[in-house]
Each structure stands twice: as structure tokens, then as C-alpha cells.
């Protein structure tokens, strides 16, 4: 499993087309956003922060984070594409480790890329209100996070064998990403898109990143995010392993 | 007990299609067996079911002792595997996929370092192992796709088409490498659409057609079945032909000539024959101006049993097969 963590690991950094865009389309959003909708923090009902930039921080880095997803999803169908998948199925190691290798990468991965955001925002001057615990709860999520959604871009890949296709799929993330309260927060969400992010794991996933940034912890909505992160993870690595262990019925 | 033995194989793909359709095998250690099959045969099909990559919808496969549906991973440790079109990652290097390989086959870190030199040296990539695989020729990429099967010291090694597309000279380092392989004890099982790659490198070859094994045995044995060779000859201004066709008579039963020669004759023993009908007409007074034996090619065989020509047939020639011999 490690040695195949490592080369998706290698390969990641080998492939500035696949990893570039992960954190330079999510920054420009997050500049554009900030400018054009700080005052929005002034109607009732958004929370008291310590600026525009901080409570957005959280959105870039979900957003980051699926694209994540997508580059995950694209490698793997790529593998398949070019056959380097089969010489992996063909080697005498447990299957789960093919899936397990490459999500091990991606929380590596993951990891760097909430790092990324969360320098970028302390730059700019954004404060982590939940001091350096904070911080790292929003690694802990953020990784795990990130896990789960290469977990949905690996199970794409597995189903599909068609990185074109994967992409095609991938966009739709980002509708139930701005069906969530990654952007804004649930209370200024109107019917139907309030509905949908109440049972939408990534407001969550996204609240729970957002809260140690700006707020002290607050243990009930941390919990939330990381319960909600577990659960992506989990449920995406089972599809995952269940979509590989069907590649060997199926032509 | 045989290295490769399947009873009945079969797999179907839905819709109902048998791209494998019964087939039996029995494939002794270390010997090079030559699967032969146009496109669409069903040769890739069933390699990978008997690499594991594709159960079986029927019939059952054991390879090197183990079933290949019930203990998969007891094969996949005890064979080497190279596929259709060398599937490498091009972000990779020669060395890393050498590691690489050598760690999913569990081999002691101590051991991978020099066990992966010795392969690259073995495959004649040294000076290339620390390049990016996506800058390899496709000679090179089949070199290190094979050395790769072997990091393990397999006992059984699948080779699937490794030299299609392959220039010629690319193709002879592979063959040299299968010859030595066998010369090795490996057992060897490869797929191929050349018939002039089975001719030289099979002990035994088996043709496959529309998922069903329709011919096995050595080639020699099999071109025997269609047909002996015969001697295609021409005589030096036209020659007395009448007097030429007594003269053969003695050496074999006469036959319709090709286009640019005045006789043929079947010739039992092949070229251990040539002399005696050269020396022959040269006492009847007659001058050879060129010969030509000509062989039951493999192509013959599948022709008999298919009733069409095999793919890749007319590419024997590039393949680096000699023509028949000519004075």
C-alpha cells in the first residue's frame, strides 16, 4: 500500500497540470468572492465575523478539495485507460490496497492543499480564531474530507474506465457544492437550495472547517464536520473497493 | 502436472457473446507455448483469465498448481505477466517501475536495488533507466515491460503479443530474450498473430478461432498435416521440360508449378533433397536457373482448419523470417 501511496505521491507532483489548477482556480473564486461580496457579513442572520475573507476560507478549501476528487478520478481512469491498473490487479496484493494506496496519497495530498488556503488566508489577513488547535482540526477535516471525495473520484473512474467521462461526471459536484452552505450560511439559503444543503454532507464538511476559523471551537459543529468528512470517506472507499472487486466479473 | 492446464474454459460477456468457448490446454513446464489467433480470437481473453485479471463463466484453469478462480493470489505470485501494448506509467522511470514492481511482489528491500540492476542490464536499459518511461521507444518500453514480468523469477511467464508493432530488429532482442528464457526452464505462454514468431520461438502452438482451439501441436507436426514442402524450379532457357519431369520423377510425385517456373515437385525431406534433383539435371543436361522450396506455413494450417487466412500472415517477411532458399 505505501509503495503505491508513494508513486501517486511522485506522480502528483509530476503532473503540475493536474495539481496547479487545485489551488489556483479555488484561490481566484475566493478573491473574487471576497471582493465582490464582503458585505454580505452585514445581513441578519450571517454570523459575526472577523471578515469576509475568513468565513470564504472554508469554501475554498471544499472547493479545493474536490477538485482534488476530480484529479484523483482522472489518474485512476487514466491507469485503466492505458492498462498500468491491470498490472496492478495482476500483482499479488490484496485488492483493497490499490484503493487504500491511492487514498493514503490523497490525504497527503489534501493536507497540503488546506495548509495551502490556510497560509494564503493568514496572508491576507485572516485569522484562525481557534488558535493553532483550530487549525489543525481544519487539517484533520480537510484531509479527511479530501479522502472522501478522492474516494468519489476513484469509484467514477472504477464504474466509468474513461477519464473523459470522469470528467464530464465531476462538474456536478460543484452544483451540490453551491447547494450547500460552503459559500453562505444555511439561514440565507432559499427554498428549495436550504432544503437540499440541510441534508447535504458537504455543508458539514464545510461548517465544520469554517467554525475553528472563525470562532472559537465549538466542539458540536466540529464534530459535525469530521462525522460528515468520516462518513464520505467510508462510504466512497467501500464503493470504491465493491466497483474494483466487480472490474474482475465484468468485461 | 502441468504449469498451465484449463478444462472446458470459457467466458462469456454479456449479450451472451463467447469471446472463449471451451478451450483445453496443457502446457508443460518450460515449455514456450504459442497461442495463435487473429484479432478478436479470443488469445487476450484467455490469457487474462489465466493471469487472474477475468474469471471464467465456465470450465476451470490452474496455473502453476492453482486454480485460478479459488487461489488468485497463489498464481499471481508464481507468474509474470506482460500485456498488450506495454502498460507503463510514462511519469515514471525505468528503475521506479522496476521498485516498484519488485515491492508488490514482496521482494526484500535488500534484494530489490540489485535484482532490479540486474534486469535492466539483462533488458539493455542502463542507460536509460533513470529517464521517464513516457520518453522509451516502444522497442524499449516492451524490454522493460518484460523485465518487469521477471523481477520475481517467475516460473511462468505470459507474454500477450509483446512484439506487435515492433520493428524488426526490436522483435529478434525479444525472441533472443524468450530463447533464453526457455533455455532457463521458464515456461512460457505467448499470444501472437505473427505466424513466423510462433514458427520460431513455439515448442508447441495452438490456434485459436472464434474462441475455440481449432489445431495444437509442434508446427512441425501441424504443417505436416496440410501438406510437405515441394521444390518450385526453373531451367536455364526453358530446358527440355519432358526430360525434367522424368528426371524428378524419382524424387517425388509432380505438381502444378508457380507462376515463373517450369516445374514442381514434392520433395519428402525438404532441403536435404535440393542436391541430389540439382545434380540429377545437371547429369541430364539441364541448367537450374532457380529454385525455390517452398513450406507448409502456418498460415496453411489455419487456412485448413478456419477456412481464412490468418492476420498478419503476409507480415512474416518483416517478422525477419529468411525466404526459401534460392541458388
Same mark, same amino acid.
Given at each position: 500500500?505505501?509503495?503505491?501511496?508513494?508513486?501517486?505521491?511522485?506522480?502528483?507532483?509530476?503532473?503540475?497540470?493536474?495539481?496547479?489548477?487545485?489551488?489556483?482556480?479555488?484561490?481566484?473564486?475566493?478573491?473574487?468572492?471576497?471582493?465582490?461580496?464582503?458585505? &454580505?457579513? %452585514?445581513?441578519? #442572520?450571517?454570523?459575526?465575523?472577523?471578515?469576509? @475573507?475568513?468565513?470564504? @476560507? %472554508?469554501?475554498?478549501?471544499?472547493?479545493?478539495?474536490?477538485?482534488?476528487?476530480?484529479?484523483?478520478?482522472?489518474?485512476?481512469?487514466?491507469?485503466?485507460?492505458?492498462?498500468?491498473?491491470?498490472?496492478?490487479?495482476?500483482?499479488?496484493?490484496?485488492? &483493497?490496497?490499490?484503493?487504500? #494506496?491511492?487514498?493514503?496519497? &490523497?490525504?497527503?495530498?489534501?493536507?497540503?492543499?488546506?495548509?495551502?488556503?490556510?497560509?494564503?488566508?493568514?496572508?491576507?489577513? *485572516?485569522?484562525?480564531?481557534?488558535?493553532? #488547535?483550530?487549525?489543525?482540526?481544519?487539517?484533520?477535516?480537510?484531509?479527511?474530507?479530501?479522502?472522501?471525495?478522492?474516494?468519489? #473520484?476513484?469509484?467514477?473512474?472504477?464504474?466509468?474506465?474513461?477519464?473523459?467521462?470522469?470528467?464530464?461526471?465531476?462538474?456536478?459536484?460543484?452544483?451540490?457544492?453551491?447547494?450547500?452552505?460552503?459559500?453562505?450560511?444555511?439561514?440565507?439559503?432559499?427554498?428549495? %437550495?436550504?432544503?437540499?444543503?440541510?441534508?447535504?454532507?458537504?455543508?458539514?464538511?464545510?461548517?465544520?472547517?469554517?467554525?475553528?476559523?472563525?470562532?472559537?471551537?465549538?466542539?458540536?459543529?466540529?464534530?459535525?464536520?469530521?462525522? *460528515?468528512?468520516?462518513?464520505?470517506? *467510508?462510504?466512497? &472507499?467501500?464503493?470504491?473497493?465493491?466497483? @474494483?472487486?466487480?472490474?474482475?466479473?465484468?468485461? | 502436472?502441468?504449469?498451465?492446464?484449463?478444462?472446458?474454459?470459457?467466458?462469456?460477456?454479456?449479450?451472451?457473446?463467447?469471446?472463449?468457448?471451451?478451450v483445453d490446454l496443457a502446457i508443460? /513446464?518450460?515449455e514456450v507455448y504459442g497461442f495463435l489467433g487473429p484479432n478478436g480470437a479470443g488469445k487476450?481473453?484467455?490469457?487474462?483469465?489465466?493471469?487472474?485479471?477475468?474469471?471464467?463463466?465456465?470450465?476451470?484453469?490452474?496455473?502453476?498448481?492453482?486454480?485460478?478462480?479459488?487461489?488468485?493470489?497463489?498464481?499471481?505470485?508464481?507468474?509474470? !505477466?506482460?500485456?498488450?501494448?506495454? /502498460?507503463?506509467?510514462?511519469?515514471?522511470?525505468?528503475?521506479?517501475?522496476?521498485? +516498484?514492481?519488485?515491492?508488490?511482489?514482496?521482494?526484500?528491500?535488500?534484494?530489490? $536495488?540489485?535484482?532490479?540492476?540486474?534486469?535492466?542490464?539483462? !533488458?539493455?536499459?542502463?542507460?536509460?533507466?533513470?529517464?521517464?518511461?513516457?520518453?522509451?521507444?516502444?522497442?524499449?518500453?516492451?524490454?522493460?515491460?518484460?523485465?518487469?514480468?521477471?523481477?520475481?523469477?517467475?516460473?511462468? +511467464?505470459?507474454?500477450?503479443?509483446?512484439t506487435?508493432?515492433?520493428?524488426? !530488429?526490436?522483435r529478434?532482442?525479444?525472441w533472443?530474450?524468450?530463447?533464453?528464457? $526457455?533455455?532457463?526452464?521458464?515456461?512460457?505462454?505467448l499470444t501472437t498473430q505473427y505466424l513466423e514468431e510462433a514458427d520460431q520461438l513455439a515448442d508447441r502452438v495452438g490456434i485459436i478461432s472464434d474462441g475455440r482451439l481449432v489445431a495444437e501441436g509442434t508446427p512441425a507436426v501441424l504443417k505436416g498435416q496440410v501438406g510437405r514442402p515441394h521444390l518450385e524450379i526453373a531451367l536455364?532457357?526453358?530446358g527440355?521440360r519432358e526430360r525434367a519431369v522424368e528426371v524428378l520423377a524419382s524424387f517425388g510425385a509432380p505438381r502444378p508449378p508457380a507462376e515463373g517456373f517450369e516445374l514442381a515437385v514434392t520433395v519428402a525431406e525438404g532441403a536435404t533433397e535440393i542436391a541430389g534433383i540439382v545434380r540429377a539435371l545437371d547429369?541430364a543436361?539441364m541448367?537450374v536457373a532457380s529454385l525455390e522450396l517452398v513450406e507448409p506455413t502456418l498460415d496453411d494450417v489455419f487456412v485448413e482448419k478456419t477456412g481464412r487466412h490468418l492476420e498478419g500472415a503476409g507480415e512474416t517477411d518483416d517478422a525477419g523470417g529468411e525466404p526459401a532458399g534460392s541458388p
Open positions: 500500500m505505501w509503495a503505491l501511496a508513494g508513486r501517486a505521491l511522485r506522480n502528483a507532483s509530476r503532473r503540475p497540470q493536474f495539481f496547479v489548477p487545485m489551488l489556483v482556480f479555488p484561490s481566484l473564486l475566493l478573491a473574487a468572492n471576497t471582493g465582490g461580496f464582503n458585505r &454580505t457579513t %452585514a445581513l441578519p #442572520g450571517f454570523p459575526k465575523v472577523h471578515g469576509f @475573507l475568513d468565513y470564504q @476560507l %472554508a469554501a475554498a478549501i471544499t472547493q479545493s478539495l474536490l477538485l482534488g476528487g476530480v484529479s484523483v478520478g482522472i489518474a485512476v481512469a487514466l491507469e485503466i485507460e492505458n492498462g498500468f491498473f491491470d498490472r496492478l490487479i495482476a500483482s499479488p496484493i490484496p485488492r &483493497t490496497s490499490i484503493v487504500f #494506496g491511492r487514498l493514503a496519497a &490523497t490525504f497527503c495530498i489534501a493536507l497540503v492543499q488546506v495548509l495551502f488556503f490556510l497560509v494564503l488566508g493568514l496572508i491576507f489577513g *485572516a485569522e484562525v480564531q481557534g488558535g493553532i #488547535g483550530g487549525a489543525l482540526l481544519v487539517l484533520l477535516i480537510g484531509a479527511i474530507a479530501g479522502t472522501g471525495f478522492g474516494g468519489i #473520484g476513484m469509484s467514477l473512474a472504477l464504474r466509468a474506465r474513461n477519464a473523459s467521462l470522469v470528467q464530464g461526471i465531476f462538474p456536478f459536484a460543484f452544483v451540490i457544492l453551491f447547494l450547500s452552505s460552503a459559500f453562505f450560511p444555511m439561514d440565507l439559503l432559499r427554498a428549495p %437550495a436550504d432544503w437540499v444543503a440541510a441534508y447535504n454532507p458537504l455543508s458539514y464538511i464545510a461548517d465544520g472547517l469554517r467554525n475553528p476559523i472563525i470562532a472559537p471551537i465549538d466542539a458540536g459543529a466540529v464534530l459535525e464536520g469530521l462525522a *460528515a468528512a468520516l462518513g464520505v470517506t *467510508a462510504a466512497m &472507499t467501500a464503493l470504491s473497493v465493491y466497483f @474494483l472487486r466487480g472490474r474482475l466479473r465484468e468485461p | 502436472m502441468p504449469a498451465i492446464e484449463a478444462v472446458e474454459l470459457e467466458r462469456e460477456f454479456k449479450g451472451g457473446v463467447k469471446a472463449v468457448d471451451g508443460d /513446464a518450460g487476450t481473453t484467455t490469457v487474462r483469465m489465466l493471469v487472474t485479471l477475468l474469471r471464467p463463466t465456465g470450465g476451470s484453469a490452474r496455473v502453476a498448481g492453482y486454480d485460478v478462480a479459488s487461489q488468485p493470489d497463489a498464481v499471481r505470485r508464481r507468474i509474470g !505477466v506482460a500485456l498488450q501494448e506495454a /502498460a507503463l506509467d510514462p511519469l515514471m522511470t525505468g528503475t521506479e517501475l522496476i521498485e +516498484l514492481q519488485a515491492k508488490l511482489h514482496g521482494i526484500p528491500p535488500e534484494k530489490v $536495488k540489485r535484482r532490479g540492476e540486474e534486469l535492466i542490464e539483462r !533488458v539493455g536499459l542502463v542507460e536509460a533507466r533513470d529517464r521517464r518511461v513516457g520518453t522509451y521507444s516502444g522497442g524499449m518500453r516492451r524490454r522493460l515491460d518484460l523485465a518487469m514480468a521477471l523481477i520475481h523469477e517467475p516460473g511462468v +511467464l505470459f507474454l500477450d503479443e509483446p506487435t508493432g515492433l520493428d524488426p !530488429v526490436s529478434m532482442t525479444l533472443d530474450e524468450v530463447r533464453r528464457l $526457455k533455455n532457463e526452464g521458464t515456461t512460457v505462454f536455364a532457357d526453358g527440355d547429369d543436361h541448367t
